[in-house]
């Protein structure tokens, strides 16, 4: 089974589980149906701001779609298994956004925070931004990235970093060339 069916498994059984039809759970998300339907099915890996308003929607954190097993105690990731973590593109298959992001706190139970890290690449095209409720911290670890946040724009560079709050409208991408980031997604419970 492929990551992208394995996370639409777990949306369609937490969907389930709620006795939740795939129509209300895109209503409650603000998604569109066919979107959910694809999520579902394997065929669409969404953007991260997606995926947080499913979650939400659904009742549950975020990292529940991420999660392979729990873990009560610490999760540690070594640099050299970075490849064995769990990675989901932050676009759909027709469209590459040009970003990965691996999850440094896979299988932690009962999290709070979704620390990423995540591979930014350049490009063209203008993303949509994204809102849900939280916060963010990103740190830049490698190159140049844009943050535009409501109608701001912050260039940062390697050692620089930023904190907001999610629900204002806002977009990370490399400025340049490729980009490297720790990002740090908090959920209100």
Known sequence: MTYNEKLGEKIRLTREKNDMSVEQL???????????????????????????????????RLGTFLDDQEHLGPVVNRKDDQAHISRFRGADADE?????????????????????MVELSPSDEAVKKSSH??????????????????????????????YYDSIVE???????????????????A
């Open 96 to 116: 590459d956004e040009g970003r990965t992001f691996y999850s440094l706190a896979l299988n932690k139970s009962s999290r709070h925070m979704e620390p990423l």
């Open 170 to 188: 806002h977009d990370v991408m490399a400025d340049g060339a490729s980009a490297r980031i720790l990002a740090v997604i908090h959920e209100p």
């Open 133 to 162: 409720e939280g916060e963010e911290f990103i740190y830049v670890l490698e190159g140049n990235i844009e943050v535009n946040y409501g109608k701001e724009v912050y260039k940062l560079s390697a050692g620089d970093s930023i």
């Open 26 to 60: 895109a209503e409650r998300a603000g998604v569109d149906v066919k979107m959910v339907e694809s999520i579902e099915y394997g065929a669409l890996v969404p953007y991260l701001s997606p995926l947080v308003k499913l979650s939400r929607a659904l009742g549950v």
